[in-house]
């Protein structure tokens, strides 16, 4: 029994070298969460929307603090009124730079995003828009975040604020807050 305590107390040290080591050689992973989002600028009276985002990505370059990545993102967007509500969906090639402090990272990018749908509500029912009424078909946003490392899983949490107007005088915006696996 002593000779088992003996090597269970020296391989633990060893296998949790082993799993650090694996660890810094994962390029991938997976990124999730709830996304809230509304639109700045005009509109005035508009409040956040709930939605959600998931997507995957890809490190490009891998040195001891520093990673870039990219990967390809759904999120929702939008935003709500008292009698009506904007229903938008974004497909983004996010491009990340992350810093990396020990199990703590940040994170500042971009995010190309390509509309991918719109759903304008009015007392719950959808009505037609004219063309000239409709989102942008692009948009360009800027995101800076921060995130929590345990094994292979990550807390983070990310700001998203639009740079091209969505709308007329408007921007999207909006506040991730999610999981991220690393394999």
């Known amino acids: 029994m002593r000779t088992l305590c003996i090597a269970l107390l020296t391989a633990l040290p060893l296998l949790s070298l082993a799993q650090e080591k694996e660890d810094d050689e994962k390029w991938n992973g997976l990124r999730a969460g709830y996304h809230s989002s509304n639109v700045d600028g005009e509109w005035g009276d508009a409040d ?21 990545s990219t990967g390809l993102e759904y999120h929702t967007a939008g935003a709500t009124g008292s009698v009506s509500e904007v229903r938008l969906g974004y497909v983004s090639l996010a491009i990340n730079n992350r810093l990396k402090l020990g199990p703590m ?3 500042l ?4 995003a390509l509309k991918v749908g719109e759903k304008n509500l009015v007392n719950g029912t959808e009505v037609d828009v004219p063309d000239d009424a ?28 639009g740079l091209l107007e969505v709308y007329e005088g408007t921007y999207n915006t909006g506040l991730e807050l999610g999981l991220t696996t690393f394999f």
């Open 48 to 68: 956040a929307r709930t939605g959600f985002y998931a997507g995957y990505y890809r490190n490009l370059i891998k040195v001891p603090l520093y990673r870039l």
């Open 105 to 107: 990272y940040l994170d």
């Open 109 to 112: 990018g971009i995010d190309p």
């Open 134 to 161: 409709k989102a942008e078909r692009f948009d360009l946003l800027a995101h800076a975040g921060a995130g929590f490392k345990f094994l292979f899983l990550g807390v983070e949490v990310r700001y998203r604020r």
